[in-house]
């Protein structure tokens, strides 16, 4: 089987190297518009090839979209020639909008799969081996997929070591908004108001692994990012309010010297602990 | 040279096995109100010996306040009576209010420390070795300690790997609440917000690392930092302050659908990848 990944950065790269370690295809095949990523990942021994044009991709059996979620719309509209047999998997962290704007011609070969996983690094040289290993990958309005196109990416995906989890498309969305999109939207938040007020040698000095790991995610690539709040806006939009509700109320409770609703309301943040 | 450390928890039980790892004491003994901490402390072996009340700590050479930072404004009122030898070093994470509140008969005897380091774990339970090394003690006002005092506590700290950075305690305290507190609070924040909206089914299947990084610090000790928020009160608020304007931001740009300039607003926070 003929693996082909348009995307060859840190997703594409990681997605890569686990096929390659668990002898999931025969061939893998890339595709990157980036003239420099498409010469890391070569050099990097990523992929067996990279293609010069992206409509050389429609030779693979299974096409993997590695790209930013808009991205990810226009790769669609331009595969619609495909072979029936030919599955179609993109790693999108938002799907509804995705799904929506998939021509109905390749709906069938079109798999929705976001991965749980990532770092903050993106590009070739940031693909590592083993970055969906134990990891969760949330697979999206699967009865619109074809047996077939469905059994592939859940072959490759459990392959690698993922587990499945199936969900609707709008309901992912609006989980992904809270869990994950909400935490970069902060995290950029945070990194900036930081910036603005602090010198660096401050910031170096009293940067505990606390303020590391809040900032960790602003460091993400912001064409990406935008992209998914761009897809993901009405969801983010309501999460970002939910948010500002409990800084409110953090706010007050500090300010009218309420220390012992403070203690409660932060107790309660802390049953996470029973979750995570 | 006898060491006391008031507060058997992450913070005092980690230097105590530190301190014993770098044989910088005769003997260490211990102190916590708490009767179970006491027994644990004793059971794991972080300390020689725990007394059974507070005053006979005293007869230490150095004492060790290692309790949330309301404690120990209490506790250097109860120790007016020590001999001009012996040194008492605070662990807490503000820095002027407790220097304030310290009486002025035993100001010499005070050093005013803050190591930049910690887990969200509390309790002797959490004491790790090394937690100290390699990490930043801020020591603030030394000027206003003892030759003595202060070269104890730097000597401790240089003992167990620690680089020292001096440090006037008003911008401590302002730096602190943005780079220290204010992550805190966003994190109990966050937390909280995912709490109310979210089932713990999805937050185990999405939360990928961005979320566990974001919510880490919302484990912490809900009466460790209700008592740092309320020392840290007007500094916190001006961050809090700061902090609600970029979430407008982003919350606007979003809204208002001017991706561009959310690219910028982000490519921005990036830049934090320069310094840490």
């Known amino acids: 089987m003929k693996v082909g990944i348009v995307g060859l950065g840190l997703m594409g790269g990681s997605l890569a190297l686990d096929i390659k370690e668990h002898a999931l295809a025969s061939r893998i095949v890339g595709y990157d518009r980036n003239p420099k990523h ?19 991709i429609k ?5 993997f979209l590695a790209i930013p979620v808009e991205g990810i719309i226009q790769a669609l509209q331009e595969l ?3 072979s029936s047999d030919t599955t179609i998997i993109d790693l999108g962290s938002t799907k509804e909008r995705i799904i929506q704007n998939c021509p109905p011609v390749i709906r069938p070969n079109f798999v929705a799969a976001h ?3 990532g770092t903050e690094y993106s590009g070739p040289l940031a693909a ?11 697979l999206c309005d699967v009865e619109k997929s074809g047996t077939l196109h469905k059994e592939r990416a859940e072959n490759i995906f459990v392959g690698i070591g993922m587990q499945l989890v199936y969900m609707d498309a709008h309901e ?11 935490p970069h939207a902060i995290s950029y938040a945070l990194a900036n108001t930081v910036l603005k007020q602090e010198d660096p040698k401050s910031i170096l000095i009293l940067a505990a692994g606390g303020f590391k790991d809040m900032s960790r995610l602003a460091k993400s690539s912001p064409a990406m990012w935008s992209d998914i709040f761009k897809q993901n806006k009405a969801n983010l939009l309501r999460s970002l309010k939910d ?9 007050e409770l500090i300010e009218q010297e309420r220390w012992e609703e403070l203690q409660e309301w932060m107790q309660n943040a802390t049953t996470l602990h029973k979750i995570l």
């Open 115 to 117: 991965p749980m996983t």
């Open 80 to 82: 619609t020639d495909i």
């Open 243 to 251: 948010f500002k509700k409990e800084l409110r109320i953090v706010y």
């Open 172 to 182: 992912h969305d609006l989980h992904a908004a809270y869990i994950s999109h909400l």
């Open 128 to 138: 590592i081996k083993g970055l969906y290993y134990d990891k969760i990958v949330v």
């Open 38 to 56: 498409k010469e890391e990942a070569l050099k990097l021994g990523l992929v067996d090839e990279v293609y010069e044009e992206f409509d050389q």
């Open 59 to 63: 030779q693979a059996d299974v096409i």
